[in-house]
Each structure stands twice: as structure tokens, then as C-alpha cells.
């Protein structure tokens, strides 16, 4: 299984950016997909998940309100859409699926990673 992170880039503070995350292999559409981050000098934190359907959603508490993550499964792609950027949202964000249901917040709970993508939002 392979997933391959793009959208990244650089924005001024308030601008958007749609990041993507295409699944290929032997990839299930039952699988749950996440979006984490990782800025310069922190640890990996969670970002975002949604379950196979697409129907549950669940956010950090610094994105709510302005990340939308959604799928398209007969697409095998995962999408995070950025509104209202923030220059402490500038990291690398890295896609992730899980062959739970589900995967939640614990990074632990997915299987394959994605190499990563950087959004750098200036101020």
C-alpha cells in the first residue's frame, strides 16, 4: 500500500489549500484515512480522521471549524481542505490509513503512511 501526499505549499495567513492523499496497492475503501502534522522542533500531532464511509468525522480542536476532511473512495483519495490558515498551521502534514473501521486519534491505530507534504503559511 502506498499513499502519495500532495497539495502543499506556500500561503499568506487566511488563504486556503487542499491537500490530497491517493491511496494505491492493495487498499480497502473499508479502511479509515487521518491527516497529523508535524511542525519544526514538535512532536507528530493529529490533525483530522474520517472513518470508511465518510460519514464520521473528527477534528483537532486548533483545525475545528476551519479543516474539512472528506474521501472519495471510488477515487481512493483522502482530502483536506485548509480555510482560514493560520502561520502556527505551517508543517508537514502526513496522510495516514488505518484498516480499523475507524482510527481516531491515536497515530498507533494506522498502518501506512504517507511521505508527507509542506504547508507553509506566512504571515
Known amino acids: 500500500v502506498q499513499l502519495q501526499a500532495s497539495g502543499g505549499g506556500l500561503v499568506q495567513a487566511g488563504g486556503s489549500l487542499r491537500l490530497s492523499c491517493a491511496a494505491s496497492?492493495?487498499?480497502?475503501?473499508?479502511?479509515?484515512c487521518g491527516w497529523f502534522r508535524q511542525a519544526p522542533g514538535k512532536e507528530r500531532e493529529f490533525v483530522a480522521a474520517?472513518?470508511?464511509?465518510?460519514?464520521?468525522?473528527l477534528y483537532a480542536d486548533s483545525v475545528k471549524g476551519r479543516f474539512t476532511i472528506s474521501r472519495d473512495n471510488g477515487k481512493n483519495t483522502v482530502y483536506l481542505q485548509m480555510n482560514s490558515l493560520k502561520t502556527e498551521d505551517t508543517a508537514v502534514y502526513y496522510c495516514?490509513?488505518?484498516?480499523?473501521?475507524?482510527?481516531?486519534?491515536?497515530?498507533?491505530?494506522?498502518?501506512?503512511w504517507g511521505q508527507g507534504t509542506l504547508v507553509t503559511v506566512s504571515s
Open positions: 474520517v472513518n470508511w464511509s465518510g460519514g464520521r468525522q
Open positions: 495516514a490509513a488505518g484498516r480499523l473501521g475507524f482510527s481516531g486519534t491515536n497515530s498507533w491505530n494506522y498502518n501506512y
Open positions: 496497492g492493495r487498499t480497502s475503501t473499508l479502511w479509515s
